[in-house]
């Protein structure tokens, strides 16, 4: 850093000034002349004789001088600067250089043109140094100009001001400055002259006779170090590394070595350098300079001078004052550093001596960046005596750059000593980033992703450093005081003497009171105090109220047992030596102060205080700020930064106090001192330390169980009154005669009291017992009380809470339980009225759950008849699981944290890992018909042989005072089960019926899991059946009230044939008696009927008309499941598609979209009604016989009702794939509908509306894009109770159809690409089938042979387990064989599957076996853990009997345990079936194929060709390379394809995905900075250069920011036209120049007629000048009117790469022969040239598509030239067809395609994962 001095001296005072002065001895500052007389050190070598004899300018060559005689000398000229400065004798008003010679040369700048002048001249550079001193002559003859001296340090390229010409009137003579430079690194000095656009042409500046002193030490050229790489405005650290500007200064070492830091360092000592702190105005004789303490001068300080206080001796250095002028009012101002920013705990401490007679006093000031008026921060005045004082100053945080300023300030008589010492800045960094913040107690701040606490959080204090805690706060829960007392208000009742006051900068007080305040921290800023002048007196109060808050319900006061309690945060100032006291109360009174939360008395210091107090009140509360005065004024008391937080206000007035109000004394909690770290509970007296999270678990953790001391038990009845950590409202703080929870006995019982509450308890049975109870006979209709527990930390997956209840009276009210997370809460249970005079059970499944709370609500009838009462209340099984030590055994399944589950609570939508890796959905692909209704029935189908149907519910069911209040799945109001509703219209006996999947008779030891609910008087029956060939057999039966809460029941399933299961629910006797069921599992053992897989709802082919796996068109053709849904039209009549959800005009009906059975209402068919809420007229055809979809309005209906219609799932989509429909959405026909895509693994929403929309239809179009496996859901939204009628009409896919679309792009990135641009999931690559049109996906496949377990079993009987990595079990009953023929002529396969048959295959011989016996064979090696990712495929032959068994595929884990992946059993059909199963276990695993025999000798099962994808052996997916383009390129958003950026949005399409041209905006975003400097026909930048106008909106940006193109339109001109802002078209050439202003208003038609400006063609052209103007002949390649576009391609047909040539040839010659080659080639031929005829974009490559062997490590993306198939633009797929209801169960592929399988759709309100299960094909 530099210490500058700038002393100036007019050549006439010269003279007088350095007359020589004969003394004895110089001083060390001054040089000794020949003759004896002394000058100051400064003169020497300054080109003036200032020794009468001459002898100071004899001896200079150590200087560095030039006085321009004879050139620059070694001083060089910026080539960076368009201006120069120039050597001569004279200039316009100057005819004489300083010693008034005339024929001497100088420098001189003038003004050219018009336009700022501005030039630098360049020093050698300079070693670092703290002494070397620079002068020189100067003239300033201007008026609007000025002179700067800089210095630029090497390497980091930082340029610093040192030396301004100062702002006085100009005076046209040569002064002289002398300047001190100061630098830890290498730099160079820069003299800069700059003139302005308004400079006259007489004005000029000068310089000459520029002297560098001795310490001026020039680097060797060898040793200069290179330029800086750094950009513009960044910070180049001495590593290499940048820095951006604004992260230097700030506190923080962004830096390796911390040279960010280096020259504003957070503590000083001033040791070794000044640390960045300069004297303001050196050079006046009055300054602050650093030195020792011999180098204070001896004449004024009258005693000894200071020694230094870092060292405490005299070589240490410190700043001081030093004074050699008798100026009047002399000042120096010392300043520091600029810092970028302060965080909100940073304070500055330094240590300060002021020490003399007349020593006088000194401010210290806070300077802010772009802030007029600095704020005082500190003061001292007079003597303070001869030692260092320390000084705390608190800055607190600060947003912008700041600097500290020290002003002394003398009147003439300055006698003492003012020094500087130790400067520390603490606690000023932000706090660092972090990549994630304890969950419960911290906040991860958005932008900085530093971590706050929560108590941080919206308390007026930017503690993130990006302003993020601070957002989204209640303006009415803070105060800063900035704008009034916001809700805050002065006590007005008489209960205080006086107010507070509002007040900014400092009191009026002196040595009292704060500075600034706390919010803004400068003086601007407003806060509240008191004041404790006259005419208060001591004791005086003023009090200031909130506004009033509702109850807490909270006692605890510690903050770690409540994270979200009602918390209030306060700064307050303290200061002075007659501070008494400030106090905060809560009063639940109007009256009155309330009870002391807290209190302050005496001085606190010269700082802002933060205070925060944790509230808790039974009722509505405020709180008050009382402030009393002192004995003296001295006695200020300031507030600031007033804020709550999770306090909820109460809209109502506190009561008004009672005449006689009881006491309440509030005990202080006690809390035992411990040295236990933040986040641990202390145990008892052991010093011993348990986490927080562990506290209240129902585990005891410490050894004296006091983590459980105070929570709540896992058992209470309630003995003895002991309510076992239950907690109620504090009787103290309620009316005697509320209705609240107490706890009693049967003895209280009063006559007549006796018929509705019990008289016996339930855990003793007699009148002693206790129980809880709301009596009431106290409150009101109406009132509720809670019972609930302290926070329960966490619980285990198996938690139920078990408890008796008793509900007898003839106007009993309700009972709930709730679940509260915070200010969140669910009700999980609930019933009301009269259950009669007996105890029953209530049971609530909790599950694992963290930091909640359990609440009984209690809600009173209309009368005392009917108390409310609970006993024996229960936590069962709710410690959480402790990890084990111990690896998991053969039986448990390892959970991915660790922990271990019996493999019976797999699958089953109960978390009892913890993770939710137990029902994970790969997990559960083994676990077939699994349903938790949450959209759908799954595979379950409504049977048609009964009375009505079940129905899917969320929350509770319509008859109220039956049903759930939840379901059993997600366990709140928004979760979905199946019930039976019994009321009207059903009656009683009617039946409703739902049927499972079809199981196999070979599933042994199968098992049915599900949950029923069964409560209401007169409920009827509930009844399993198994069902096989029309027989029913019953399983189970349950008739009557089972109890109000979700039971689980188990039913075993075996049958010798398949069988399905069934239940039946039967309508009871009363209304009040609804029937629910939920999460219905099978265990893996339950396997799938071979038919199973097919949709029963398709009806079966005529005989003989398809083969099997096809379905016949309506024409008679036949098609594959697999081209179902695909968009394209393979039937030629659209069978294929009709049952998809397609496009559809809703003439013909619903064209297979249907709505979910999970909705409140429905998307309804219907026609235009001018009465009703629809539309009035459909969009097809435009009158009120059209049909359409609309919201139909239920006499239920509420707000917030949801209803969805969906497509099936569609395969695949082209890249420029579109949905277009019409809405309608009007004052009446009211709505909200929303577009959602739901893909394998998101639920996106890509389009909605609300609102009135006008009285008619709109249309929408919506890009798709390349999506794989999806469906298309409308959601409609009701805007509000009982309404409807938004409407859809004519949905259409456009341009969907993959095929018909050049293939530019994959729907995913680790798809294959065939090298026919055809895209394919990877996991169908090398697995001996070819997907592929041109089988390139099974060419080149060594990276998959070579995978351990891979294996095609070609090779001799003894050797495959050693070559294909597999090994025979030891546990199973027989083993596996290889052959190359079955034994038996009519079981198993007769060739192997591999081309020609000519292999072998693996197999068991079944007959030589038992029914029932076991086969098992593992891969030797490991996987690495995976889960969705791996991919086993195979071939299998199950064919020769109806009695076949089965083939199974497991994952075993470390531990032995095995998952089921995959089952088939029962006839395949004589072929090879091929599977591909997804393997999934959280451990690393092997492979088990499982081979069961069949019934009979004729049941072998073969594999053959297995393979594993790569994804296997990684863990995770492959993922090639992403595209990346250049930065000005434009990346097309769904194909592999780059352009350059100025094709976007120029109304051609240039992307195959048409991305180029959309979202294009109207004008260039941006405002035009503010005119008026420049003449006309020009432009003025932002930097006030003036541009030629015609510059202007060219799509060129000239500006240094762009802003010439801000606001232009974006218009398609013809070349030579010119976009006109003022106009809404372009300007035609032949207007250019015609003397006639068209384009306002800055006339750029008429611009720069006769010369080209500068850089007008950019350097791809060359510019001509004609007769409308200039005109740029462009280079090659180059287009536009100032050649700034690249030029596209001419339109041309590619010819095909010989690679594609030789592949044509190959086909050719295996389809018909070497005979017809001639004939082949001439279809080629003819094919190219139809494919010229519809091309209409060149080859992508031209246009920078990617072609990366990086991309795709199989395949590289083709060129289009020859590989893609021609594309008609104008097709589109089938619209208008109507289709109906696609099936939504998993289709069979045989031979040659796969899918995946679906067997449910995940709702799109839960996004829970769907019902997979592994497909056999």
Known sequence: MTLLLDSVWLLLALSLLFNPVYVGACLTEEFSCAQGSCVPEDCVCDFTNNCEDGSDKEDCSRYKRCDFEEGFCDLTQSSESLSQWIRTTEVSGLKHDHVNNQSAHFLSLFPAGGNTTTADLKSPVFTP???????????????????????????????????????????????????????????????????????????????????????????????????????????????????????????????????????????????????????????DGFDWVRGSSVEVPPEYYGRPPPLDHSTNSTEGQFMFILKNSSSLYPRAVLRGPWFQQSASGCTMTFWHYNSGISVGAADMYLRIDGVQNNTLIWRTLYDQGTSWNQVTVQLGRITQ??????????????????????VTFKNCSLPPPVAECPQHTHFHCVHTNACVEHFQLCDLVDDCGDGSDEEGCSPELQCNFEHGLCSWKQEQSGGDVFDWTRIQGPTPSFNTGPWKDHTVGTSYGHYLYIESSVPQVFKDTAVLLSRVFQPTHRRSMDPSRSRHHCVFRFHYHMFGSHVFCLAVYLRTTNTGRGHMLWVRYGDQGNLWHRKTLYLTSARPFQILIEGTVGDDFNGDIAIDDLSFLDCVPYEGELPTANVTPPAVTTTAPTVQPHNCPDGEFPCGPYDECVPQTKVCDFRKDCSDGSDEMNCVREWCGFEDGDTCGWKDIDPSLVPIHAFRWSPDQGESIHDAEQYHRPINDHTLGNREGWYMCADSSNGGYGHTTDLQTPVISSTGPQCTLVFWYYMSGFTVGSLQVLLKYGNVTHKVWSQNGNQGNKWRRGEVFIGLSNN????????????????????????????????????????????????????????????????????????????????????????????????????????????????????????????????????????????????????????????????????????????????????????????????????????????????????????????????????????????????????????????????????????????????SCDFTDDCGDGTDEKHCGTSCSFENGRCGWKSSLADNFDWTLGTGSIQSIRPPYDHTLMDENGHFVYLEATPVGLKGDKAHIRSSVWKESSAICKLSFWYYISHKATGTIRLLIQTESDLREVWNKTGHQGNKWNRAEIPLRKLRNFMVIFEGIRS?????????????????????????????????????????????????????????????????????????????????????????????????????????????????????????????????????????????????????????????????????????????????????????????????????????????????????????????????????????????????????????????????????????????????????????????????????????GHYQCLNNVCLPAILRCDRVPDCPFGEDEYGCPLLQCEQGELVCEGSSGCIPLQKRCDHSADCLPFHSDESSCHDCPLMYCLGHGSCLVEEHGPVCVCYPGWTGNRCHMKEKPPLSTPSPTPEDTRLDAVYAGIGIGLLLLVAGIAVCILALCKKKCYL??????????????????????????????????????????????????????????????????????????PDAHGALQ
């Open 129 to 283: 140094h703290q002494t070397c001193q620079m002068s020189f002559y100067r003239y300033f003859g201007a008026k609007h100009g000025d002179l700067q001296v800089l210095i630029e340090t090497h390497p980091l390229g930082e340029s610093k001001v040192v030396w301004k010409h100062s702002s006085q009137p100009q005076m046209e003579i040569w002064l002289w400055t002398v300047i001190q430079l100061s630098s830890n690194h290498s730099f160079q000095v820069v003299i800069r002259g700059e003139l302005s656009a308004d400079s006259e042409a007489s004005e000029v500046l000068a310089i000459d006779d520029l002297s560098f002193s001795p310490c001026c030490v020039t680097v060797p050229e060898r040793s200069l170090p290179p330029p800086p790489v750094c950009p513009p405005s960044w910070f180049s650290c001495g590593s290499g590394l940048c820095i951006e500007a604004s992260k230097v200064c700030d506190f923080t070492r962004h830096c390796p070595h911390g040279e960010d830091e280096a020259d504003c360092p957070s503590e000083c000592d001033f040791e070794d350098s000044s640390c960045g702190w300069y004297e303001l105005t050196l050079g």
């Open 401 to 422: 750059p700041f600097q500290i300023a020290l002003a002394k300030i003398s009147l003439g008589v300055f006698d003492g000593v003012s020094a500087l010492d130790d």
């Open 852 to 1123: 909640f709370q359990v609440v009984f609500r209690a809600k009173r009838g209309i009368s005392y008849m009917g108390d409310l009462v609970i006993d024996d209340v229960s936590f069962l099984d709710c410690s959480p699981p402790l990890p084990s030590d111990q690896p998991c055994t053969p039986e448990q399944y390892a959970c991915a944290n660790g922990h271990c589950i019996t493999q019976d609570n797999l699958c089953d939508f109960i978390n009892h890992c913890g993770d939710n890796s137990d029902e994970d959905p790969y997990i559960c692909k083994g676990f077939s018909g699994r349903c938790s209704f949450e959209f759908d029935l799954c595979s379950w189908l409504q049977c048609r042989q009964d009375d009505f149907d079940w129905l899917i519910k969320a929350g509770s069911t319509p008859t109220v005072g039956t049903g759930p209040s939840s379901d059993h799945t997600l366990r709140d109001p928004s979760g979905h089960y199946l019930y039976l509703e019994s009321s009207f219209p059903q009656a009683v006996g009617d039946t409703a019926r739902i049927s499972g999947p079809l199981l196999s008779r070979r599933s042994s030891q199968c098992k049915m899991r599900f949950y029923f609910h069964m409560s209401g008087d007169g409920i009827g029956t509930l009844s399993v059946f198994r069902k096989s060939e029309g027989h029913l057999h019953l399983l189970l039966n349950l008739t009557g009230d089972q109890g109000n809460y979700w039971q689980m029941r188990e039913i075993p399933l075996n049958y010798t044939k398949d069988f399905q299961v069934m239940f039946e629910g039967k309508v009871g006797r009363s209304s009040k008696g609804d029937i629910c069921l939920d999460d219905i599992t099978f265990s893996p053992e339950c396997l799938l009927a071979s038919s199973a897989g097919e949709e029963e709802n398709t009806p079966p082919p005529p005989t003989g008309s398809c083969p099997s796996g096809f379905l016949p068109c309506e024409n008679g053709q036949c098609f594959s499941l697999g081209q």
């Open 1280 to 1576: 509000r109770d009982v309404s409807g009628g938004a409407a859809l009409d004519d949905l259409e896919f456009i341009d969907c159809d993959p095929n018909a679309v050049e293939p530019v792009s994959c729907p995913s990135v680790t798809d294959f690409v065939c090298r026919s641009g055809h895209c394919i999931e990877s996991h169908l690559v090398c697995d001996n089938k070819a997907d592929c049109a041109d089988e390139s996906d099974e060419i080149d496949c060594d990276h998959v042979v070579g995978l351990p377990g891979t294996c095609n079993f070609n090779m001799e009987e003894d050797q495959w387990e050693e070559s294909c990595k597999l090994s025979q079990e030891h546990d199973d009953d027989f083993d596996w064989r290889i052959s190359h023929r079955s034994e038996m002529p009519d079981a198993g396969p007769h060739t192997d599957h591999s081309p020609g048959g000519g292999g072998k295959f693996l197999y068991i011989n079944s007959a030589v076996q038992r029914e029932g016996d076991i086969a098992k064979v593992t891969t030797k090696s490991p996987f690495p853990a995976s889960v969705g990712l791996c991919h086993l495929r195979f071939w299998f032959y199950m064919h020769g009997s109806d009695r076949m068994g089965t083939l199974k595929v497991y994952t075993v884990g470390p531990s032995g345990t095995r998952l089921l992946m995959w089952a088939a059993t029962g006839n395949h059909g004589n072929q090879w079936t091929y599977a591909n199963v997804i393997l999934s276990n959280p451990a690393p695993f092997r492979v088990t194929f499982q081979a069961e025999v069949g019934g009979d000798m004729w049941t072998d099962i073969a594999l053959d060709d297995i393979s594993y994808t790569e994804e296997c052996m990684v863990g995770g997916p492959v993922t090639p390379q992403p595209l990346t383009c250049d930065l000005d390129q434009f990346q097309c958003a769904h194909s592999f394809q780059c352009i350059p950026e100025s094709w976007r949005c120029d109304e051609e399409l240039d992307c195959a995905d048409r991305s180029d041209e959309e979202d294009c905006p109207a004008v260039v975003p941006g405002t035009p900075p503010p005119q008026g400097r420049c003449p006309a």
């Open 1736 to 1809: 209409i974009k060149p080859d992508p490559m031209d246009y920078g598509v990617m072609d990366n062997a990086a991309f795709d490590w199989r395949a590289q993306l083709p060129s289009v030239d020859g590989s893609y198939p021609s594309v008609d633009p104008g097709r589109s797929d089938g619209g208008g067809l109507s289709i109906s209801v696609y099936p939504w169960r998993k289709e069979v592929e045989q031979g040659s395609t796969w899918r995946d399988a679906k067997l449910s759709f995940a709702n799109p309100l839960y996004n829970y994962p």
